[in-house]
């Protein structure tokens, strides 16, 4: 029986369970009149699920529920992360909702459960709980991803994301049972002691490795897995292209690291070769391909696949700082994601989504606050200093040289480079061409709030990235 102490580890996931339940009868019982009583108690519990997860962080490791689940200081770390990520897309969403005349409280309700999915995975100790926190997330993004039901684009882009992603979750399933057969054991310390064990079987691990690595490719969106990712960001609603862009890739940072760095470190040489191809993959098809997008959704999805080959970068150098510093890139990728879809549902109107990069052009003269924030966003995906995605590729960079592969840095700036183009474009755009239409940006005020303090956020922590860079590295340690 768990004592207090210990159910007090699994308050975060508790309470939003709780509160899930509830706004969802809420929403069943008064939705129709009172039509913002799912976001307000959405953003409610995500605000205060994210300060008894930051109170958390400095608890002491413990393993529990028979050693299915595992608090430490990098989950509680990245559980307030997901949660602050997950009230930014809300807070984006519902404007976005209002907007278009779909406003339900189904979308948060929805949202909630995929981010007890991905506190599952998180907090996983247990090939099993990787598993049921998974597909938890994955069935609440495909009903997100339909979520418009008049739109054939939404329902072809869902249909692609649940036959891709079920194909994926059968690989990865596949991978734990071979891993399971070869170790006797899903606990994730247990498979780790096993593997170092002298007489290990060796090859079933390996080929157990191939399909975990391949299922997290998917997840991921690395080359040559990344197929869903253009037409899913293309099809599906801005309000959940964002949602799926964001939290969940902390979400898979977190799924990897229990699988490959806690549970299966033993074979590093093995998947840090797997790794390092389907980086130098994704940095390359990611960045060229955007290029030649005129759709933002779609550039922003060739563009998350090029962030992704940076992520695994640090996460295939096999060492404390580079796992600090994929993790403080994952963090702040979320942060930079929520801003650049959020720029979309700005310009966006009823019936009409601004997803094409010329509804984009003379930004500056409509609105010179929000094409400022745009242009933080760009440079900060691009990598330009002084924001925190310049900081962000920087210490993925020195990871990755500080492991010896300096021709493997080499490749990611030659990338970044190339990429550097499609989000100047951008730029040039808002303040170099004239607008198709001088109607002024109407805005509501939490919409107002939410760009300009993700921008600021973005300009803040690349002027002070100290503290997060180290809190990374406290955890991690």
Not at 65 to 79: E, I, N, R, S, Y
Not at 165 to 194: E, K, R
Not at 307 to 318: A, D, K, P, Y
Request: hydrophobic share 55%.
């Amino acid at each position: 029986m768990l004592s207090f102490a210990d159910s007090m580890l699994l308050l975060p996931e508790g309470f939003i369970l709780l509160m899930a339940c509830l706004i969802l009868m809420a929403e069943a019982f008064v939705g129709k009149r009172l039509p913002h009583i799912s976001y307000i108690l959405s953003m409610f519990t995500l605000l205060a699920a994210a300060l008894i997860s930051a109170g958390m962080i400095h608890t002491p490791p413990a393993v529990l529920l028979g050693g299915t689940f595992v608090h430490d200081p990098m989950a509680a770390v990245l559980k307030t992360s997901i949660f602050l990520v997950t009230a930014g897309a809300f807070a984006y969403a519902r404007s976005y909702l209002t907007t278009q005349g779909a406003l339900r409280g189904e979308y948060y309700v929805l949202g909630l459960f995929g981010v007890l999915g991905m506190l599952v995975m998180v907090s996983a100790h247990s090939l099993l709980t990787i598993y049921l926190g998974l597909e938890l997330l994955s069935l609440s993004l495909y009903a997100m991803v339909s979520f418009d039901r008049d739109s054939p684009a939404a329902s072809e882009a869902a249909m692609k994301y649940f036959v891709l992603g079920a194909l994926a979750s059968g690989m990865l399933l596949y991978g734990m049972s071979m891993i399971y057969g070869a170790t006797g054991s899903l606990d994730l310390a247990v498979i780790a002691d096993a593997i170092t064990a002298p007489g290990s079987d060796n090859l079933i691990l390996v080929f157990g490795l191939c399909f975990l690595v391949v299922g997290l490719a998917f997840k991921f969106g690395a080359v040559p897995f990344h197929m869903w990712i253009p037409d899913v960001y293309h099809g599906a609603p801005t309000a959940a292209t964002l949602f799926i862009g964001s939290a969940p890739k902390i979400a898979a940072f977190a799924m990897t690291m229990r699988l490959l760095a806690d549970s299966l470190g033993g074979l590093v040489p093995d998947w840090q070769g797997m790794l390092t191809i389907l980086a130098v993959l994704s940095l390359a098809i990611g960045n060229v391909v955007a290029i030649a997008q005129t759709n933002l959704k779609r550039m922003l999805a060739y563009s998350t696949i090029s962030h992704v080959g940076f992520l695994l970068l640090g996460i295939l150098s096999g060492s404390a700082a580079g796992y600090s510093a994929s993790m403080f890139y994952a963090i702040t990728y979320a942060l930079m994601a929520i801003g650049s879809f959020g720029m979309i549902i700005l310009l966006s109107r009823a019936g009409h989504e601004a997803d094409r990069l010329d509804d984009f052009r003379g930004l500056n003269q409509r609105s010179p606050w929000f094409a400022l924030m745009m242009l933080i966003l760009m440079f900060s995906l691009a990598g330009v200093p002084p924001t925190v995605g310049f900081y962000a590729k920087l210490s993925v960079l020195q990871a990755v040289v500080d492991a010896n592969m300096v021709w493997l840095a080499l490749v990611a700036v030659f990338f970044s480079i190339i990429g550097a183009f499609y989000y100047i474009r951008i730029v040039k755009l808002m303040y170099f061409d004239s607008p198709e239409t001088d109607a002024p940006l109407v805005v509501n005020a939490d919409l107002r709030i939410a760009l300009s303090v993700n921008g600021i956020a973005v300009l803040g922590l690349g002027m002070f990235p100290g503290s997060l860079l180290a809190l990374c590295n406290g955890v991690i340690g």
